[in-house]
């Protein structure tokens, strides 16, 4: 773990122009935290972009202030600081060409490389919105219902609610005072949980008819799959996935819970979740994957069904450990 907190606010500070940005594939954390972000900085004064290379998820177009995400594969011009939230190098971005005079990194995975000129990194945090959240305040800029409804739709989406391993008292801390400062837990949740479109319940029903489990002694890795084919025939999209894998590892017994999904003819990829013990992301990065010690990613270059089978192998073999 890395702090240099200190040191980025200072930069700040000082500095002018600056462009914030995250992971391809943007979920709630990186797109929640990003927007939070660019909305302090304009109100210190700053001028700031905000920067996604991927379409924005249906479920995220009512976040207050998305408006402002510019999605562009290039980054340059006269900009002092590019602040990287939430990804463990700079490909990861998606961006093609990202130049800055300097380049911060914020990030709460533990795989994360050190490519920033500063760096902060805090496994502890449940969601990079926590972290987020320290730098608005130490800025000096209010946390308006705004920015507290972006930071909490970012921190539930990470801890699934506050379900998974990584909320700790100081994750209900923080969603407690921006709660306090504007977020609406029921309204934000209406958004996010209860207004799902005809083709991502289709397309759930499809994947979870899909089911397959691999009982063993030491716990059951259990697995869904999703092709092309599915999409075009449900009409949904690829961003209606999320949270597809929660069904899985819900089911009793199940220590680790699978999702495939098909890339192209040999290109598959593969979401992870444990409900303890294993390490997820330990195993992803033995295809250059990576995430949190109970939720990670990766991509194999095999068909699924090769996929499928190479996997199930390495996981057996680790939960026997």
Not at 187 to 199: H, K, N
Not at 201 to 222: D, F, Y
Not at 297 to 320: C, F, Y
């Amino acid at each position: 773990m890395v702090k240099e907190f200190t040191g980025i606010a200072d930069f700040i500070q000082t500095h002018t122009s600056f462009v914030v940005t995250s992971h391809s594939r943007p979920d709630g954390d990186s797109l929640g935290s990003s927007i939070a972000l660019g909305l302090a900085l304009k109100q210190i004064g700053k001028n700031v972009s905000i920067v996604q290379a991927d379409r924005i998820p249906n479920d995220f177009l009512w976040l207050p202030g998305v408006e402002l995400i510019e999605r562009r594969k290039r980054v340059s011009g006269d900009i002092e600081g590019a602040i990287i939230l939430e990804c463990n190098n700079i490909p990861r971005t998606g961006l093609e060409s990202l130049k800055a005079d300097h380049i911060i990194n914020i990030d709460h995975h533990t795989n994360t490389d050190f490519y920033g000129d500063l760096n902060w990194v805090d496994d502890s945090a449940a969601a990079v919105a926590e972290m987020v959240f320290k730098l608005i305040g130490s800025l000096g800029a209010e946390i308006t219902s705004e920015i507290a409804t972006n930071l909490y739709v970012a921190i539930i989406t990470d801890t699934g609610c506050f379900r998974f391993p990584n909320t700790t008292e100081k994750t209900f801390e923080v969603a407690s005072r921006l709660v306090s400062m504007g977020a609406e837990p029921a309204v934000i949740a209406r958004s996010l949980y209860s207004e799902r479109p005809e083709s991502s319940v289709r397309l759930l029903a499809t994947v979870l008819s899909t089911l397959e489990m691999s009982t063993k002694r030491q716990g059951s890795v259990a697995w869904i799959q999703m092709t092309e084919e599915m999409l075009s025939e449900t009409g949904a999209t690829r961003e209606q996935t999320e949270g597809l894998i929660d069904h899985v590892l819900a089911i009793q017994g199940v220590k680790v819970a699978v999702f495939y999904r098909e890339e192209g003819p040999r290109t598959t990829r593969v979401s992870l979740r444990s409900s303890e013990g294993l390490d997820v992301a330990q195993i992803a990065r033995n295809w250059n994957g990576g995430g949190h010690r109970n939720a990670a990613g990766l991509t194999i270059d095999r068909a699924m069904p090769d996929a499928i089978q190479e996997l199930t192998e390495v996981l057996q073999k680790a939960l026997a450990g």
